[in-house]
């Protein structure tokens, strides 16, 4: 016979099930983007990697896949292997990421997690590591830059270029400055700069070039719009970095975050399972697919 | 300061394409110059009679828009070419460049490059060789631009909205 406790447990350990997270700061970031820290009510989540993502649940209407941009003060570095401290970055863009922007502090929200695949942060020691980011893109990268960061000895330079829509689309802007300040080699570039911009005006691949990686020492990270990715991509390879040291990261409609359901079916990928970060060499081909 | 114009042309990655003797024949039509940060290097609609390769700083595009004034479309880093509008008749400078800091360049006579490439098919090919794939990559790069891809999906559809409804809207071609 199960018992009352054994059934919890059991219910704790299941994917499918949210847990319970309270909303312990709430951050505008810019008009329409929010950065939140979450804290583990009871059970914490297992510890996400930069690049998992959570299936974040704002009660009463829906659920949502949003990547981790940070462990909180308490979650990450030191603190055991769960997750008691998240941060998400998310971007108003319908109704359930709308409810989660509007969140206060003392609120609870549900999350699941973590999921898919990371970030190989192991593979770029030794090398130099590039991250390019497109508009909420950097969301998702900032963990890992953080960790590289934390670890510095162990990588070649650190470099940061950054593209978004305009000035006031700009995540982090604080954080960029303070990277800088730690040695990072931040590039920032907008498509509409607008009075006072004084800064890059272009794509994001047109930093590229002044940054010149060594192409055989290089790693890179890119997470942006997809066929921002692509152009990313693409220019790395014209650079000669090889296909398998560029990784991007994919999105599809996204539900169980587990692999059963197969909405996020990509190819011969699920990408809540196989993905979202996947080495170019595969991804490629798999980008050229139309979604459903 | 030929030998050392020479060096500097020869260093330069925009021209890595042509031959050490076609990059000696231009170093002959090529000054090195430096330019303020805030300086104007050519205005808009002015004869285009020299190229800049850029070998420092940047340099900033821009067009003036009645009602908005001096509006920056592009910026350009070290490593690159800085105007192609003398390669084509009018010669006339599409939009405006100014130094974004302080710049370090080297200077084309536009002329005199023009007419070696006229005598000399094989010399106007490869500099063709050269300034195409920039030009290409700045016109996907506008494309990619005009996409808007960094939009939120209520600002993009708004702005396919508005170019549905525009008659001056164009394909996508
Ligand atoms: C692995 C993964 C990680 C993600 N990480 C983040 C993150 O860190 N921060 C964040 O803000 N968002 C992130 N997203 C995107 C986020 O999940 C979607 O914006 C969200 O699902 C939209 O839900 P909604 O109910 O608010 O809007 P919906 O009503 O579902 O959609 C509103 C509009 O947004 C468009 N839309 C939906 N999803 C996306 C998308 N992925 N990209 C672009 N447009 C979309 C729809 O086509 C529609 O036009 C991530 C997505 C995936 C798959």
Sequence with gaps: MTTLTEAAEAEHADPAVPRFYRVVSRREDTYDTVTMELAAQADPLPLFAPGQFSMLTAFGIGEVPISLSGLGSSGGDGGGPAALRLQHTVRAVGAVTRSLCAVRPGQLIGVRGPFGTGWDLASAIGHDLLIIAGGIGLAPLRPVLLAALEDRSRYGRLVLLVGARSPADLLYPDELEAWRERGVEVAVTVDRPGEGWQGNVGVVTSLLEPAAPGANQTTAFICGPEIMMRYAAQALIALEVPTQRIQVSLERTMRCGAGWCGHCQLGPLLLCRDGPVVTYDRASELMRIREL | ?173
Excluded: N
């Design chain 2, 1 to 173: 300061m030929t030998a050392q114009m020479q060096t500097r042309v020869a260093a330069h990655p925009f021209l890595a394409a042509l031959a050490p003797p076609q990059r000696e024949l231009l170093a002959e039509d090529a000054w090195p110059v430096l330019f303020a940060a805030g300086e104007r290097v050519f205005a808009e609609g002015a004869a285009a009679e020299r190229f800049w390769l850029i070998e420092t700083g940047s340099v900033a595009l821009d067009i003036w828009v009645p009602g908005r004034g001096q509006q920056t479309v592009e910026t350009l880093s070290a490593g690159t070419v800085l105007g192609w509008s003398w390669l084509y008749p009018p010669h006339r400078w599409h939009f405006g460049a100014q130094a974004r800091d302080d710049v370090e360049a080297i200077a084309f006579d536009a002329a005199a490059v023009r007419r070696r490439c006229e005598a000399d098919p094989a010399f106007g090919y490869a500099i063709l060789r050269c300034f195409t794939p920039v030009i290409i990559e700045r016109l996907q790069a506008t494309r990619l631009r005009m996409l808007d891809l960094y939009a939120s999906p209520d600002e993009a559809a708004d702005t396919d909205a508005r170019r549905a409804e525009s008659p001056q809207s164009e394909g996508t071609r």
